[in-house]
C-alpha cells in the first residue's frame, strides 16, 4: 500500500527542486496520475519521465501559476482527463537578491507578491471549487521559514511567505466540514537550485545563515517532499490547517 494509492495529483514547480521530488514521491507512493507543472518546459518533461519510471501516469503542463485563466483551464484539463482532483501540491515560488528593506523597487514586490502569493491563491480558488463539487480533497502549499519569522533582506518573500499561511488558515477554517483539508510546509533551506542562486548571490549572509542549520547542513528536497505528499495523503486525514515546519529543528533553538 502506498501513501497516496490511486491519487489523482497535481505539483506546481515541479520542473525541479522540491516540487520535482514532489511528482516523484507522489508516484512512488501509488498516485494513479501526476500532473507536472511549470514555467520551465525541458524540467517538466524530465520530471514526467521520472515519475513515470516509478509506476505513476504523469502530464507535463505548462502553466504561469500568475495567470488565473491558465490555472482554470488546467484544473478543468485535469477533471476532463481524470473526473477528479485529490491531491494538489501549491509549490511554485521564486526568490531575490536580499537588500536593504527601504531598496525594492515596485516591479520587484510585484513580481514577488504575484509568483509567491497570488498564485497560490489562483491555484487554491479552482481546485477548492473542485474538491467542493466532487465533495473531498487535500491541498499542501509551500510557505518557508521565512513565512514564521522574518528573512532579513528579504521583505516581500518574507511578506508572501506569511501570506501563504494566512490563506492556509482562512481556508482550512472555512472548510472544516468539507471533506477538503489544506496545510503547509515550511521549508528551512533546501538544496536546490534557487538556494544555489541565492548563495551564489550572497555568500556571506548565506554561509551565516548555514552555520544556524542543524548539522550545518541544507536539508534534502525529498525530505520536504514526504511531507508535503503525506500531509495530502489520508494518513494526515486529521491534519488541516498546519504550518509544518519541515527545518531539522534549526527553528527551534
Ligand atoms: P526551484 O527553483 O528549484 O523550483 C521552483 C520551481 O518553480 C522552478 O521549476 C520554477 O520554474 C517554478 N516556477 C517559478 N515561477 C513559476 C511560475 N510563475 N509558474 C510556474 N512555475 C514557476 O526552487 P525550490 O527551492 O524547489 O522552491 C520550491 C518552493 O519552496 C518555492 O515556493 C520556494 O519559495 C520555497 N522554499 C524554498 C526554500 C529553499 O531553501 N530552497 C526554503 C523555503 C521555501
Known sequence: ????????????????????????????????????????VDGGNETVEMARQL???????????????????TIARVVREQGRLDCAWNNAGINDISKAFHEFTKAEWDRMIAVNLSSVYWCMKHEIAQM????????????????????PGLPHYTAA????LGLVKVAAAELNNSGIRVNA?????????????????NPDLANAVLETMPGKRLLDPIEIAEAAVWLCSDGARGVSGLSMTVDAGGLNR
Open 185 to 201: 510546509v515550511c521549508p528551512g533551506m533546501v538544496d536546490t537550485p534557487m538556494i544555489r542562486g541565492w548563495f551564489a548571490s
Open 1 to 40: 500500500m502506498g501513501l497516496v494509492d490511486g491519487k489523482i495529483a497535481i505539483v506546481t514547480g515541479a520542473a525541479s527542486g522540491m516540487g520535482r521530488e514532489g511528482a516523484r514521491v507522489f508516484a512512488r507512493e501509488g498516485a494513479a496520475h501526476v500532473y507536472v507543472v511549470d514555467v520551465n
Open 55 to 73: 509506476g505513476a501516469g504523469a502530464t507535463f503542463v505548462a502553466l504561469d501559476v500568475t495567470d488565473e485563466d491558465a490555472v482554470a483551464a
Open 161 to 164: 511567505k506569511h501570506g501563504v
Open 132 to 151: 467542493l463539487q466532487q465533495g473531498g480533497g487535500a491541498i499542501c502549499n509551500t510557505s518557508s521559514g521565512a513565512g514564521l519569522v522574518g528573512a
